[in-house]
């Protein structure tokens, strides 16, 4: 039987999962959304066929999972509200950063299967990366299938230890703000070299999306890929060699730290 789903709070992230689970097929009488203003709950209806409501109520008591899409800021006070309608049968999903399992459990009053994920935005495209950690009551096959609703939205990683999503937010949460940062150096030394910025923005990141496809889909060890581009004595070489006496790694290291400890004081 296919569950039927409510997302509380449609926004951008709730509507880059249900506009994924879509395309991949998923039936859009499966699925509710809510949104506190008329204009928008029209748009959506208008746009995807999906139910919309604005009494999370009513949603929360017509759905076997319910996925959380509301601000870190508003998940309290949202979730309590509704709090009245949980099932013990129901599944639980949140998608806002640094919100623990134990706060959601807490406002929930019930002893019910919630997974905390923390995706990063470039879900909106299809290819977003996922962490996500279950609470004990997460059963197997309720595990597998929150696998298969953010493999519509791009790749997942499950962590034992909800310890390890502050490792996740500085691995890929915050991460693609981290490439940017990467390219836009990147193009302002090309423009200062001479180039147009249109051309260096293209050739800089298409390099990063080609890059990133040979890290994920070659086995090699991502050493050995930068080794095989890298002549004795060539220009790669002096671009890699100015990198380590920067010190790259106390740079990476240092951001992500820095990264990590900042989600650690939110928690
Ligand atoms: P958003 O503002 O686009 O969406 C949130 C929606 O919730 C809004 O449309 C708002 O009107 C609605 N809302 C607020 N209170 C409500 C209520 N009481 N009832 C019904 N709807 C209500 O935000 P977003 O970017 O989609 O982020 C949503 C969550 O996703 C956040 O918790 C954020 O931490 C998480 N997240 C987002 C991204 C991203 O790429 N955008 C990445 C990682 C995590």
């Known amino acids: 039987m296919t569950p039927s789903i409510a997302f509380i709070g449609v926004g951008n992230m709730a509507r880059a999962i249900f506009s994924g689970m879509l395309a991949s097929g998923y039936p859009a009488e499966k699925m509710i959304g809510t949104s506190r203003t008329q204009e928008k709950r029209d748009y959506y209806h208008a746009q995807y066929g999906i139910q919309m409501l604005a009494d999370n109520n009513l949603a929360v008591s017509q759905a076997d999972v319910v996925v959380l899409c509301v601000k870190p800021a508003q998940m309290q006070a949202v979730v309590e509200g509704f709090s009245q309608q949980v099932r013990d049968d129901q599944l639980f999903i949140s998608v806002a950063a640094g919100v623990e399992l134990r706060a959601i459990q807490q406002w929930l009053a019930k002893d019910v299967a919630i997974v905390r994920s923390m995706p990063n935005t470039p879900s909106q495209l299809g290819v977003g990366m996922a962490g996500l950690v279950a609470n004990n009551q997460t059963s197997a096959e309720q595990k597998t299938w929150v696998s298969s609703l953010f493999a519509s939205i791009g790749q ?112």
């Open 156 to 267: 997942s990683v499950w962590v034992e230890d909800e310890a390890h999503m502050h490792t996740v937010t500085s691995l890929s949460g915050s991460a693609p703000a981290y490439f940017f940062r990467f390219l836009e150096a990147m193009i302002e030394n090309g423009k200062a070299q001479g180039l147009d910025e249109a051309s260096c923005r293209k050739l800089a990141s298409y390099t990063m999306l080609g890059a990133a496809r040979m890290a994920t889909e070659l086995e090699e060890p991502i050493a050995q890929l930068r080794k095989n581009i890298t002549s004795p004595n060539g220009t790669t070489e002096q671009a890699l060699l100015s990198f380590e006496a920067s010190d790259i790694d106390k740079i990476v290291a240092d951001a992500m730290t820095a990264c990590a400890d900042r989600s650690k004081q939110m928690a």
